[in-house]
């Protein structure tokens, strides 16, 4: 069955063919970031006290349209971070989502916190692109990627510093997709990509069956502190919120009380 994913990544094979011929290999290493020491989002996460919390910057989506469509970049993300939020992430994809390169670039410019590029990688360009706009990690979509296809690209990130987060929607996607020399965090996506319904219940069904040896990031669906509390209990060192914070005339004001909620917390041992 076709679904949102298909014709996204349709239109971002195109997209990407159009990008390189504007901006070729050679003028993405030339970038003041291209040699820059990308930050450790897996470190962020995992370090003592980290509210775990990456907080992104997401205009709109394919299921709910627009969601914020004036945000400011600078004041958003220097707001989620001076709140206590461990990291970002920005959606660079602007045809499904309103994003744009530059997003994460003026990111990069205010923020000391990793930076997730969050799009729909499926070429190596789009690696060496990340790496040229300041972003300190990459997404990658095991519904959208072959198992080989995730060893290339993840491979080719961490030989550029990246950190590689492997985005997953059931067991079938975990068991064939992880892969430790290519990938250091594994991302459960709440959201269930034929009907776009939430059920925190996705991350805690499959916590078990994630390999001790990557960090354990929830996404999507979570808007509470009792939510991340459960998370954490199961072992998830990172939760992903965007739309939570974004619907709200001002996202980092939301960030910033959910950070203090977070802070009242009975504290949880999880594993390192």
């Known amino acids: 069955m076709s679904t949102i994913l298909d014709t996204i990544v349709a239109h971002k094979r195109k997209e990407i063919a159009s990008r390189r011929e504007l901006r070729p290999v050679k003028l993405l290493e030339s970038s003041l970031y291209f040699n820059a020491q990308p930050l450790s989002l897996r470190q962020y996460l995992t370090r003592a006290n980290s509210s775990g919390l990456i907080a992104e910057f997401k205009r709109k989506s394919p299921s709910k349209g627009w969601i914020n469509r004036y945000a400011p970049v600078e004041r958003t993300t220097l707001g989620y971070m001076q709140a206590g939020a461990a990291a970002l992430s920005v959606l660079t994809d602007a045809e499904f989502f309103g994003g744009q390169n530059e997003d994460l670039t003026t990111a990069r410019r205010f923020n000391f916190c990793p930076i997730l590029r969050k799009d ?142 977070l802070v009242a917390l009975p504290k949880t041992t999880v594993p390192a």
Request: charged content about 25%; some cysteine.
């Open 120 to 261: 729909f990688v499926v070429d190596e360009y789009q690696v060496l692109e990340a790496k040229s706009i300041g972003a300190d990690a990459v997404l990658l979509i095991a519904a959208v990627l072959a198992p080989a296809e995730i060893d290339r690209l993840g491979r080719l990130a961490r030989s550029l510093g990246l950190e590689v987060l492997l985005e997953v929607h059931d067991a079938e996607e975990l068991a064939r997709s992880a892969n430790a020399d290519a990938v250091s965090l594994i991302g459960v996506n709440n959201r269930n990509l034929h009907d776009f319904s939430l059920s925190l219940d996705t991350s805690l069904a499959l916590a078990e069956a994630i390999p001790a040896e990557f960090v354990k990031v929830s996404e999507s669906g979570i808007s509470s502190a009792q939510a991340i509390g459960q998370l954490r209990a199961a072992g998830y060192r990172g939760f992903l919120l965007g739309e939570a914070f974004m619907r709200h005339a001002r996202p980092e004001r939301a960030c910033a009380a959910l950070v203090q909620e």
